[in-house]
């Protein structure tokens, strides 16, 4: 029985937060535990703990008696969070690449082939590419947690957790879900090879990479609200 309810808890947890990132629930929306148990069609416990855990993930701000409200991002939070990413992110690799064993190589390059699997699926769904996305945010998790330094592991999981909507924008918008992959397998692959300042290298330039790809759609959405706001 405990074992089904720490399912569902995951589950129900997975699939708000999946609807946040994905901007099916938009930045600035409130909602309720009753609203999103019905969508859900569980009840409000699962929901009213899932909301704890979005929280904490930065992804929901709660509000006495009112709700919760979907967090806003902006430049000023992506900057912060994307400058941390890359000196932990950084850090976590050139540990994992001193630390890792033969199991764990062999954990990241299925990792890494689960992402090609589900990109060359021939109907490929949203919910494929955020499986995709999941994972590749997975990658570094698990490369963090093989770094052996649980408070690193917990501090960039953290992070992570608040770059998931961001990550999901570029790709989805700027479709670099090719370049994503090729990045994760170079990566992953001098890791393996136990070339440390090489994965180190490859790992602040994907995150890098990303962080101006989203700063130009940020930079363009802000620039198109301030122009709609002199229009009117």
Known sequence: MAKGKNTLRESVYGSLKAIIVTGQLP?????????????????????????????????????????????????????????????????????????????????????????????ALPDRKSEDMFQELQIGMDIHRTIAEISGNVMLCGILNGIL?????????????????????????????????GDAARAVELTREHIRGSRNNILRLLQAKSDYQTFLARAS
């Not at 998931?164 to 001098?190: N, P, S, T």
């Open 27 to 119: 930045p600035g929306a409130r909602v309720t535990e009753n609203d999103l148990a019905v969508k859900l069609k569980v009840s409000r416990t699962p929901v009213r703990e899932a909301l704890n855990r979005l929280e904490q993930d930065g992804l929901v701000i709660g509000r006495p008696r009112q709700g919760y409200i979907v967090t806003e991002f902006d430049i000023h939070m992506f900057r912060e969070a994307f400058e941390i990413r890359e000196l932990l992110d950084g850090y976590a690799t050139e540990l994992a690449t001193a630390k890792i064993t033969d199991p764990e190589k062999e954990r990241l390059r299925e990792m890494v082939r689960e992402c090609e699997r589900l990109a």
């Open 161 to 193: 957790d608040k770059c998931q909507h961001y990550v999901w924008m570029e790709l989805l918008r700027l479709d670099e879900w090719k370049i994503a992959r090729d990045e994760h397998f170079d990566i992953v692959e001098a890791i393996c090879e």
